[in-house]
């Protein structure tokens, strides 16, 4: 299979200028130009199938939303190739994205003052969407997204689910080749989170469209991409399967036991014992160091065990840690 | 107490000292204008030497005073008390223990005294640069009218004052403070100077209080007005200030109590 | 068939902007109102004094009242199409990320622009243009033949060009600035006061600036010249009158290239 976004050695270079205060400084402001280079993205590289559903993470700052805006076709690289669907999205801007959807945050994209519906309607005729595709599609989205309840609801009044809700369908309406969300479930409960999520695994699965998605709730990723890319600083760290990732550096599990009786000597080699309560022993053990079936039939060899859990470490917890430890950085990219 | 206000006007000086970016294509703007104004000014005179007491100095010098005043005296505008009432905002200002009416004053004069050095100043070293400008005929003069400067600011912010009550009954308080603002320009011989007009239109334009923010200090710089009535020129931009401050009282009055009795 | 398919898009664009703002009918009568009145009274000021001086360089009252009836006319006219443009306004969608929502359509960015509003309540002050300029045909009484018909309207339409192009390159420097676009206000607003009045009461600096650099004395003063039959004192050659349509739309061309480049520096700079 060809990718249907390929990236080569893409890198985009920022002159922030410097500014001087006062009205002194305006005017050197005007005579001199001081700036320094920032290195938004700097040279990254990577492949995606179509159908795939990539999460692509970041602290703030790090290139991520750069990234986006290059490969929408907002922002023009400073080198480096970008290819999506056969086209070169700034050289080819119009006829890109009419072949992409994307949805920005907490940005809305429809008429303000205009019902739901005729905000739609109005994107069939920008996007050129053929009348029979669009009433499919219109019916597909208003079953999925729970549409009805408010499409003849001015978009002014909309909740921020429900407008996330009408922004996701409007994005999809012309049946892009790719779709890009960046923060599809900033600032919303954890109900309408849910039925975002479930919509986007449906469209990813149901009509293999390749999306990529940025986010800061790592739930998002836990649940709906089984590739992960992060950048941080402009350089692309990782790209791989989440669970390679957590396995890398999730640093340790742990195992919860409930022994029969209260045990004196709970000790075992390879786990040491971070909480007693009782029965109830936890160990924290090292992934290389030692299997959980191993540490189990140590255990269950000396005392009789009535329930025991392994508790993965969280997602949440271990980004947290490679962003701040920067466990990526010597990794080579 | 006096303090307080004092504080109060320091503290507006400053915030309008922030907007210096604004404050230079402000002030390139109205210079733009009064070079404008003053050819049109001379055009108009032609071959003739005098009209309506203005040599053709005293006009061009008339134009420089009035682009001097116009962000000194807010001529485009004001919408700040306005807006507080439309926000209700103004309920937390109410309930300061301090007078309202001189709680937005004091604001206004440190606005003031920042614009007419930011915006007025610089407008009239930039029109004593290209043209030679009248001076006041006597010491006199020039007393009052620095005199006459500050009167002008305290009739302006009391109509003004009066215009932005208007909130409290209209939602359109926006249009209403355009038209008022519109009028004020024309009828305070902004535009041209209250004397080149018919002569009843000046009667009528002399009746009202709108000659007091700008046409009464020109007369008194170029000489226009001289012995009593210089005086009588200052006591009735006085009696103006009076006049509307205490309207505005028992407006404010009014608009308090409907704001109390239905909750705004 | 696509250009059919922009206009009626466009029409489509421009209806919800004017039905948004008949939404608050009084509010929008009082504005219309308000900014008939405001414009108005300039006029009217200077008719109330010009009896005390006679004429202005030359000029009756109802010859000045043809330049201004124009300048007004046009200007608002301009106003209410290229609200899209209005750099105050534009500025604004740059900052709030609209514009790189419009970078995401597949639709002509001018397009775009001129469909994201409408300002309808810009006819107050085109009826005061209007009104005026009758005023000075009642006035002036030109002697009309076929050619001077013909011609009224090119020099209109070119005049609104003209004015457009002064928006466009305002909202072309907001993708180089944020903080400087008020003076802006000088070309426009100033350019349409001094375009009120015959050209030859300026110094002599100044009016070539506005003929050469910034042609605006070519699109409303010469062609007044050619309409009400008065001999050129600045002593151009005698098709002056005529290079309106050349000095409107050329600006308006020029304004849109120099967009174009602010367009290619935000794509490459996203400020």
Request: proline residues 4%; aromatic residues 12%; positive net charge.
């Amino acid at each position: 299979m060809t990718p249907i976004i390929s990236v080569t050695d893409l890198r985009k270079e920022f002159k922030v200028f410097r500014h001087h205060r006062g009205a002194l400084g305006a005017f050197r402001n005007l005579v001199t130009r001081e700036y320094k280079v920032v290195k938004a993205v700097d040279g990254i590289a990577f492949a995606i199938e179509p159908g795939e559903l990539v999460g692509y993470l970041g602290p703030n700052g790090a290139g991520k939303s750069t990234t986006i805006k290059m490969l929408t076709g907002i922002l023009v690289p400073t080198s480096g190739e970008i290819c999506v669907s056969g086209r070169v999205p700034w050289r080819e801007r119009r006829a890109h994205v009419a072949r992409i959807g994307a949805v920005f945050g907490q940005r809305n994209t429809l008429w303000w003052d205009l019902p739901v519906v005729e905000s739609l309607d109005l994107l069939r005729h920008i996007y050129r969407v053929p009348a029979e595709r669009y009433t499919r599609n219109l019916a597909t989205f208003r079953q999925l997204l729970a549409l009805d309840e408010f499409l003849h609801t001015p978009v002014r009044s909309l909740s921020l689910g429900q407008l996330m809700r009408a922004n996701l369908a409007a994005a999809l309406l012309h049946d892009p080749d790719v779709l890009f969300l960046d923060e599809p479930t900033i600032g919303l409960d954890i109900v309408a989170k849910e039925r975002i999520r479930q919509f986007i695994q449906r469209i990813n699965r149901e009509r293999g469209m390749t999306v990529i998605l940025t986010t800061h709730d790592l739930s998002d990723v836990e649940k709906l991409c089984e590739r992960v890319m992060m950048i941080d600083r402009g350089h692309l760290l990782f790209d791989g399967k989440l669970a390679d990732l957590l396995r890398r550096f999730g640093g340790e599990r742990e195992l919860v036991v409930d022994f029969a009786d209260e045990v004196l000597d709970a000790a075992v080699e390879g786990a040491q014992i971070v909480e007693r309560d009782g029965p109830r022993v936890t160990y924290r053990f090292a992934r290389d160091a030692i299997s959980a079936s191993e540490l189990i039939s140590r255990l269950s060899a000396r005392y009789r065990l009535v329930d025991l859990s392994v508790r993965e470490p969280e997602i949440e917890a271990t980004v947290r840690r490679i962003y701040e430890e920067r466990l990526l950085d010597n990794d080579g990219g | 107490m006096l303090a307080t206000y004092a504080a109060l006007a320091r503290l507006a000086f400053q915030r309008y000292l922030a907007y210096r970016t604004a404050n230079l294509a402000g002030l390139a703007t109205n210079a733009f204008f009064g070079a404008l104004r003053a050819y049109i000014l001379i055009a108009l005179f032609g071959a003739q030497t005098h009209v309506a007491g203005y040599s053709v100095q005293g006009a061009v010098t008339y134009t420089g005073l009035t682009q001097m005043l116009l962000a000194y005296l807010p001529l485009y505008g004001w919408w700040e008390l306005m807006l507080t009432i439309q926000t209700g905002e103004i309920a937390a200002d109410l309930s300061r223990p301090v007078d309202f009416f001189l709680y937005w004053l004091a604001q206004d004069v440190g606005r003031a005294a920042c614009q007419f050095v930011m915006r007025g100043l610089p407008i009239l070293a930039l029109y004593a640069l290209f043209y030679s400008l009248a001076l006041p005929p006597t010491p006199w003069h020039a007393a009052a009218f620095v005199v006459s400067l500050v009167l002008a600011l305290l009739v302006s912010f009391a109509w003004r004052f009066l215009v932005s009550l208007s909130a409290f009954w209209t939602p359109d308080a926006r249009g209403v403070g355009r038209t008022a603002w519109t009028v004020a320009i024309v009828l305070s011989g902004f535009m041209m100077p209250v004397a080149f007009f018919p002569p009843w239109a000046e009667a009528l334009m002399r009746l009202t209080p709108f000659p007091s923010l700008i046409n009464t200090e020109v007369e008194i710089y170029l000489g226009i007005v001289g012995g009593p009535a210089l005086l009588g020129a200052l006591a009735g931009q006085l009696f103006w200030f009076l006049a509307l401050a205490a309207l505005s009282r028992l407006v404010l009055a009014a608009g308090v109590k409907k704001l109390v009795i239905q909750g705004g | 068939m696509i250009l059919g398919h922009t206009m009626r898009l466009y029409f489509k664009l421009i209806g919800i902007r004017v039905r948004a703002q008949m939404q608050y009918r009084l509010s929008f009568w009082v504005d219309l109102a308000g900014t008939g009145l405001a414009t108005g009274v300039e006029f009217l000021t200077l008719a109330a004094v010009f009896g005390r001086f006679g004429s202005i360089g030359g000029w009756s009252l109802g010859e000045v009242a043809f330049l201004y009836g124009l300048v007004e006319t046009a200007f608002a006219t301009m106003d209410m199409i290229f609200s899209g443009f209005d750099p105050d306004f534009f500025s604004q969608q740059v900052r709030r990320g609209t514009f790189d929502q419009m970078l995401l359509r597949p639709v002509s960015l001018p397009l775009q622009i001129f469909a994201s509003e409408f300002l309808l309540r810009r006819i107050g002050r085109m009826a005061q243009g209007l009104a005026v300029w009758g005023f000075s045909l009642t006035l002036t009484h030109i002697a009309w033949t076929p050619a001077k018909l013909l011609y009224l309207p090119v020099v209109t339409v070119s005049t609104v060009a003209f004015f457009g192009g002064l928006f466009v390159a305002g909202a072309a420097l907001c993708f180089y600035t944020v903080q400087s676009i008020e003076a802006v206000n000088i070309f426009t607003y100033g350019g349409t006061y001094m375009l009120s009045y015959p050209m030859h009461i300026y110094d002599e600096w100044f009016r070539r600036f506005f003929i050469y650099i910034v042609p605006s004395a070519l699109l409303v003063y010469y062609p007044a010249l050619f309409f009400l039959d008065k001999p050129d004192p600045l002593g151009l050659p005698s098709f002056a009158p005529f290079l309106a349509p050349l000095a409107g739309f050329g600006t308006l061309l020029a304004a849109f290239a120099l967009w174009w480049v602010g367009v290619r520096r935000y794509t490459s700079t996203g400020t």
